[in-house]
Nanobody, 124 residues
Framework: EVQLVESGGGLVQAGGSLRLSCAASGDTLDDYAIGWFRQAPGKEREGVSCLSTSGAEYADSAKDRFLISSDNAWNTVYLQLNSLKVEDTAVYYC???????????????????WGKGTLVTVSS
């Protein structure tokens, strides 16, 4: 089974940037839809962006600021966070679903395997 490890989180000032990484082991990611999700304290986990054979999708909160991509070998998927806002503060998770075995790759309930998350803190 694929295993996922996120990295790249940290403390950044509002307006700054971070690049998150989701590294896979046990399998490559080219047979999966890969999603980035986040969960702020006291809030539900929400989809931010996902990458599948259908292309990239973004939540409204991420459009024009975040960019999802993968390396050529589909071992690592990245989420570039730009123009960060205080409200982007959350634990960011990556997750995968087998291609064809989900309805919405931005819906946490459709994902099968999760990483443990990386904390992004945006200060004002």
């Amino acid at each position: 089974e694929v295993q996922l490890v996120e990295s790249g989180g940290g403390l950044v000032q509002a307006g700054g940037s971070l690049r998150l990484s989701c590294a896979a082991s046990g399998d490559t990611l080219d047979d999966y839809a890969i999603g980035w999700f986040r969960q702020a304290p006291g809030k539900e986990r929400e989809g931010v962006s996902c990458l599948s054979t259908s292309g990239a999708e973004y939540a409204d909160s991420a459009k024009d600021r975040f960019l999802i991509s993968s390396d050529n070998a589909w071992n690592t998927v990245y989420l570039q966070l730009n123009s960060l806002k205080v409200e982007d503060t959350a634990v960011y998770y990556c997750a995968v679903a087998v291609e064809g075995d989900y309805n919405d790759c931005l819906y946490a309930g459709d994902m099968d395997v999760w990483g443990k998350g990386t904390l992004v803190t945006v200060s004002s």
